[in-house]
């Protein structure tokens, strides 16, 4: 019998395509924990996004875990940028998009939440790695 074998830039936008939205919705949820799941699912949700977006356009091993520790590092620096508050910026943030993406305000606590996202996006890719061997 024949094994199936999977692409992995396929199962990692499958991936993508489902977490986008459920990330989207944790910012219009009212419902119990709404300030958790609004503020800090919401961070996990966005690491594991970005980390599948990068995969999809690098699918190699070595991505496996470099674009999760890259993703940290780059969202460690938005967070940081969420500090300086210039005109431009704040007009960006202003918007939902700005908001989505850049955020709004720096809290340590996301840090943690980001490592979480990214840890279980490394996860993740390793076992979309593992599948299509």
């Known amino acids: ?74 969202t460690c620096c938005l967070e940081f940028l969420q500090l300086w508050h210039p005109a431009w910026l704040q007009a960006i943030r202003a918007t939902f998009a700005g908001r989505m993406l850049l955020g709004t305000t720096f809290v340590t606590a996301d840090f943690f939440y980001y490592a979480i996202g990214c840890l279980l996006s490394w996860l993740w890719l390793r076992q979309i790695w593992q599948i299509q061997k």
């Open 1 to 74: 019998m024949r094994k199936l074998r999977f692409n992995p830039r396929f199962l990692a936008f499958v991936s993508l395509v489902v977490i986008v939205p459920i990330g989207i919705s944790t910012k219009f949820y009212h419902g119990i924990g709404v300030q958790w799941v609004s503020d800090y699912l919401g961070d996990v949700l966005y690491e594991m996004a970005w980390c599948w977006f990068l995969f999809i356009f690098f699918p190699t091993k070595k991505a496996v875990w470099r674009i999760p520790i890259s993703v940290f590092i780059v």
